[in-house]
């Protein structure tokens, strides 16, 4: 495969290429039907399989018992910052809320925007979003904490999720979800849209505990509730199939190839490690973000001049580099390292950062 380049797209990003070579072997026949996997029905047997082993393998990945649904919801991460609101914050009841940046920030605009009542608890904001907060005084009596577990744009990640006092956490994990074991005690509800690590945009992996829909209001929309999902295996009206077809595929990668979320962390950790020890060896390249909160999924660094950044960017994707520019509101570059990003990749990205440095 000697076209594919080295992909450290933020989003949509690097599939394993195992699955898309999976895909495109059994793009025109699925599985025997005579059928692409995008022409054959939602409610066939075939579709049915597809969906319960996804379901099932993310089970087994994330250790959950049978107090959890596992759904799958179109509109982005971005339509569950307005569903955890309309769902949950019923009654009056209030929410507290984590601000580690842009997408936090959109979420708690969600919650004004319906009129709920929520508090920011904590916000990285004094420091320009570059640090995950500490010693947070929670509401006891909130229906949920919602935090963004990794920051896409700041290159943050919660290494170690905070005490909330047993008041359930709602992340979303869109930039890292299942890039690590997750003790699912502490959440509420996990978010996920596909497009970072597991899979297509256009479908957003929810895992929520059955307790949560004791919350949940049933006088919003049918396609809002959560409980319509949990009721229907995903499927009362006709869900993403091909996205749910992939996050399959990747979730079996997962478990049979990479062999868990253990293996698949010491992997992402042994990636950062490679990339983080280059830049803080290096006087020519520096991170932006807090040493003890920096993201193994988005590395963020500035190199000196704005100019010099540009010229990265240009030369990397030249040598067959992509996806390295930063954010379009924050600047400066950025390397995401989803668990598709392999080592060879990050080996590479490390020797042209050494070139460039050179001979600059
Ligand atoms: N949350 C995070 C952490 C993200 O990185 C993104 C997308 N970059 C979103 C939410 C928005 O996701 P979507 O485009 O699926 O709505």
Request: hydrophobic content about 40%; some cysteine; glycine content about 6%.
């Amino acid at each position: 495969i000697d076209n594919r380049i080295f992909n450290f797209n933020a989003g949509p990003a690097a599939l394993p290429l195992p699955v898309l070579q999976e895909i495109q072997s059994s793009f025109l026949n699925f599985d025997g039907s005579g059928m692409s996997i995008i022409e054959i029905s939602h409610r066939s047997s075939w579709f049915d399989a597809v969906i319960n082993d996804a379901v099932e393998r993310t089970k087994r990945l994330l250790g959950l018992d049978d107090g959890f649904h596992v759904l799958f919801v179109q509109g982005g991460a971005s339509l569950q910052f307005a569903m955890a609101p309309m769902n949950f914050l019923t009654n009056g009841r209030s929410a507290d809320y984590i601000n580690t940046g842009t997408w936090s920030t959109k979420a708690i605009n969600e919650a004004k925007i319906l009129h709920k009542n929520y508090s920011v608890v904590a916000s990285s904001e004094d420091k320009n979003f570059s640090y995950i907060p500490k010693d947070i005084s929670f509401n006891k009596d909130a229906a949920y904490v919602h935090i963004t577990s990794n920051n896409t744009i700041k290159g943050t990640q919660w290494h170690a999720f905070p005490d909330t006092n047993g008041v359930p956490i709602v992340a979303d994990m869109s930039s890292d979800f299942m890039s690590r074991p997750l003790d699912m005690d502490k959440f509420g509800m996990v978010y996920a849209g596909a497009q970072k690590n597991i899979g297509p945009s256009g479908v957003c992996m929810v895992i929520l505990k059955k307790e949560m829909l004791d919350l949940a209001t049933d006088e919003i929309p049918t396609m809002l509730r959560y409980a319509t999902y949990a009721s229907k295996n995903s499927m009362y009206n006709t869900p993403p199939c091909f996205g749910i077809y992939t996050i399959q595929l990747v979730l079996k990668w997962l478990e049979e190839t990479v062999g868990g979320l253990e293996k698949m962390e010491a992997h992402n950790i042994a990636k950062g490690k490679m990339l983080y020890d280059f830049i803080n060896n290096s006087d020519f390249y520096r991170t932006t973000a807090a040493p003890d909160s920096q993201s193994l999924m988005n590395v963020t660094f500035r190199l000196p001049t704005e100019e010099l950044e540009k010229t990265f960017v240009e030369k990397a994707t030249a040598r067959g580099l992509g996806g390295l520019k930063g954010h379009r509101s924050v600047g400066g570059c950025r390397a995401s390292l989803y668990n598709a990003t392999t080592m060879e990749a990050v080996e590479a990205l490390v020797n042209f950062m050494q070139t460039f440095e050179r001979e600059n």
